[in-house]
Each structure stands twice: as structure tokens, then as C-alpha cells.
């Protein structure tokens, strides 16, 4: 990130400082060991995108050139089966689903989570202790643990194949109120003190002054949130049964195989359902970066 | 202010302002309890309800529809610990962490430090390293299950052999491996390299004045520097193994996999709750395997603690 990436004319003159290259500042850099390290990188790289280009090397494929001999070119360059998955089928449905729901859950977590951790870092109540340490308790638990008392509870509530029921179940996620809890913790009392001198209320505090100063964990938090939220398969497959609500990864795990398989609209369809997150992250790499690098040293 | 008349008196009135000013702001925020009330809600619901709950039914005998519910005492538990499914599918879940955990580990590290050190490209890396882990599980599954297919499948084809990855019980449990690696490596990649931009320059410099070379830099440096990070990789990696499930279950298409080589612990207690409706029993197995997450994560905190111990003694 420090280092711009502007191609450097080769230098020689300058002494290889091979292990620790950022030393030597962004000139002169192409170094035996450098471009030895490059290659590998390169190498590592295409190893890990050989997957997304077969997958979409078989999108592009007739149906019978996909089960004929594997080959990475396809023949008879086709676009039948993204139209097939776009126009046929459930999957623009499920799209919108999935929009809905992760929209839905990121934006009831921000706001139920960051009232939490601020409660919890900044005010006094009774049973704020307790509180505190039930939801560090709730830490432990996963929906895979409790899948099944959490669909016979949602199933109590009447909520089994609504959008709610897909929805409400991912909005209490203790981490995030522990991550917020800790960066609130770190920001500088004397401010809030100040406002509160000059006559501001906690609510107040809370929406001008600690709010905008929380953007960077805030866009951390509402980034996973939506990541786990598109991806999120277990839940919504426990909650749906109808394939008109089904999300993306539900939709195209059970119901998309179910009328036999025809690889080049299954790999179209889940191309179509990473699409959007590819783009989002292509657009907000160093906020996602330093999110993941935020949220996992949070939890040192 | 009606304290104006002590205004020249010490201390100075300003620190009186800020002192009782402090006073009322803390006792304003006595009633803070409301900006936690909205979370607890949820909270309440969908966390500290559905425990409670599932604690109940692992003592009864409930069905999906939740009637003919009579208490059996521990007679759940009692058949968990003789059911072999229970312990052949722990055993795979457990197997998958045993394979998995090290593997992400090591690879993470080594695209982590070569993304550090090279200077060009650096943003290419974490896309490409990254990328994976934002598909959805299902995809991977899909993808993964095409990937290995015997005859047409990308590995086969790359790697020049015929092996039925799928379907054979000594490659199926290995083929979910390999898919998760690449799936989600990019995650414990992108925490070691922030640690990795962590560890101050002024350390190398000075070793480097001191005559240490690039290897023993590494040796001294930053792999003590990246203790603490590998720690909290390790911990999350295999709290998140030993609860595989979305992957496994969809390149095996729902299916315990060949001769029931990959069904995992969560995949059995959803079979039991779903497919079998014993909400009882699903509910009792799936505190068995709460207890495992939970002895994991508290010896984990109960590790960090004492190392801070030693630390500060």
C-alpha cells in the first residue's frame, strides 16, 4: 500500500536489500531476488484463479462440449447458458432475494450493534456487567450449533418462509458488538465530555461525535456483515422451503441441480452469485483489507 | 450556575464546571440501558432463547411439530454417546480440523510474506489470494464437486490422472480439504499480512546495522513478531472446522459422501432435526458439540491469560 506501483525503470546500481525491499523505497527494485519472488507470486496466483477461469471457461461452453474432453478454450464460444440462468429458472429471483435480506442485515446490525457497544462501553446501567457477559458468552455459539432449536424458536414465531425469519436470526451477532465495544473503548473521553459541557445529550454524542468518528470500524463491520449475509448458506436453507424466497447460495445448491445437472448454468449461476461481491471488492479492496486486518486484530 | 460567589476561590472555576459537569454526564448515562435494548431484543430471541430452548428438548423426546413432547431425562445423551454416527461424524469434522488447520496455516504465512516482499504488484496478489473467499459456500461446493469430476473436471485435467476423487472414500474427505484451503486461506492471509506491516521497520534496520542476515532477521523478527496473530488464526480456523458444513454437504450433494466418508457433526444433527424430526435428539448432540467449541474457545482465552501473566510478572 505504501509503494505506488509505477513501473520503475530497472536500476542495477542499487544494492539488493532482498528480504526487507521496502528499506530501500519503491526505485530500483527489480532485483534477482525480487523477480524471483514476482515469479512465484505470479505463479501462486494463477494457481489460485485456475478455478474462476475454468469456471467460466465451462459457462461459455455448449452443454455437450462441457462433458466432452476438457479443454480450457471453449469451441463454440456460447453466452446460451448465462441467458438460460438469467431469463429461465428462479435465479433473478433469488438475486433479489439475496439483495433484500443482506441489505436487511447489514443495516439492522450497524445500527443494533453500534447502539450496544456504545451502551456498553460508555454508559452505566444496572446489569451492564452481565449483560456484557452474556454476550460474550453468545460468542461461542454459531447458527451451525444451534440450527435446530433456532428453526423450532422461529418456527414458534411464525416465521419459517418469510423474509423476516431469513432476516432477524443474523441481526444479533455478538462479535460485532465486541469489535465496536472495543473500538469505542479506544476513542479519546474528552471529546464526549466536551460536547456533554456544551450542553449535548448521549443521543446526540452518539449520532455527531462518536458515530462519524467510528467510520472506518463501521464500514469494517457493515462490510462482513453483508460478505457473511450473501454468503450465509445454512440459515436461509434451514428457514426456506419455498424456492420464490430462497436466496442465491440456497437457490443454487438445492434447487438448481435438482432438474439434473447442466455444469455450464451451474457454473454461469454461481459465477452470477460471487459476481457481485468480486465487484464490490475490486472497488473497496483497501477498506476490505484493512477491515479484515481491523476485525482479526480486534479479536487478539 | 448559582456557585458563581465561590468563582474566585481554588480551584479554579473552570475545573469546577468540568468537575460537576463530568458528574452529571456520568450520571445522565445511568439509564444507558437503552442502547443496549434494541440488540438484546434480537439478542433475546435468537440467541439466549433458542439455547434455553434447545437445552429443554435435549431432555425430551420433541419432534419437529413440537408435540408428543414427554421428558426423558438423559436418555438423549445416554443414546448419543452409544450412537455411532455420532462419533463416525465427529470423527470426520475433527479429521477435516486436523487436515485443514495446519495446511491454511502454512500457506497463508507463505502468501503473506511473499505478498510483503514483493514491491511490484502487490494489489494483484491480494485480489488473486483473496478473491476466493468472497464466493459463497455453495458456490465453492458446486465449483468444487465440477472441479474434481473424473473425466472432465479441471484437477484431473491439470494434473494429468484419472483419480475419482468424488467418489472414493481415500480422496473425498481430501477433495473438501482442497476446496476449503482455497476457499478461505485468503482470510488468514489478509491477518498476517496486516501483522506482517505491524512489525516495525526500525527493528530490521537495527538488525540489519548489526550485521543480521535475511534469514536470521526472519528467524528473529518476524516470526516472534507474528506469535500472537498465529494464535488467533489457529483458534478461529479450527472453531470454524470443527463446525464444517456448507461445502461438504454440497459437493456431496446432501449426501454422506462415499461409503459415508464426509458426513460431518453438524450434517448429522441436521439430518436427525430435519430429515429424521427428532428435535430432541438433534438438540442434545448439538450441545455435545457446543461443549467441544467451547472447551476450544475457553482454553484458548484461558492460554492468552496466562502468557499475559508471565508476561507482566
Redesign the interface.
Known sequence: ?T?P?LPTPPTPSVPPA??????RG?RG?WTPA?IA??L??AA??LV?????A??LS?SLKTPTE??????WIPQDLTLESWKAVIEAGNIPNWFVNSVVVSVCVTF?VL???S??A???A???????SA?MA??MA?????P??????????????GMVDTYWGMI??Q??P?AM?YILYKFFQSLPKEL??AA??DGA??WRI?FTIVLPLSKPSLSAVGIFTF?AS?????WPY?VTNNPDLMT???G???VQ?AFGIV?PQ??A???L??LP??V???FF?SQ??RG??HT??A?? | MSTLAHARTLPPRTAVAADSARARWSRRFQHGGWFVAPFFVLYGLFVVLPVVRGLYLSFTDANISGDHTGFVGLDNYREALKDDLVWDSLWHSVQFTLYVVPVIVVVALLMALIAHHTVHFKWLWRLCFFAPFLLPSAVIGNLWWWLFQPTNGMVNHVLGLDTPWLTQKSTAMLAVVVATLWWTVGFSFLLYLAALQNIPHHLYEAAELDGANAFQRMLHITVPNLRNITGLVLALQVLASLQVFDQAVVMYQFGPGPEESTRTFVQYTLEQGFTSYRVGYASAISFILFIIVAAVALGRMWLLRNREEVATR
Open positions: 500500500m509503494t506501483t532482498p528480504t526487507a525491499p521496502s528499506l519503491p527494485t525480487q519472488l514476482t512465484v507470486a501462486l496466483s489460485w484463479l485456475a478455478p474462476l475454468w469456471a465451462t462441457s462433458v466432452t474432453s476438457p479443454h439492522i445500527a443494533v450493534a447502539l450496544a456504545y451502551g456498553f460508555r454508559t452505566e446501567f444496572r446489569g451492564r449483560l452474556l454476550t453468545g460468542l461461542m455459539f454459531s451451525a450449533i444451534l440450527g435446530v432449536p433456532l428453526f423450532t424458536t422461529v418456527q414458534s414465531l432477524l436470526p441481526c444479533a455478538a458488538v464526549e465530555e456533554f459541557i445529550g448521549r452518539f460478505i450473501w454468503n450465509n448458506f445454512l434451514m442465491m447460495p440456497n443454487i445448491a438445492t441441480n455444469w451451474l457454473m449461476g454461481g459465477l452469485a460471487g461481491l468480486i464490490v471488492f475490486v479492496q476490505i483489507v479484515v486486518a482479526g486484530l479479536g487478539q
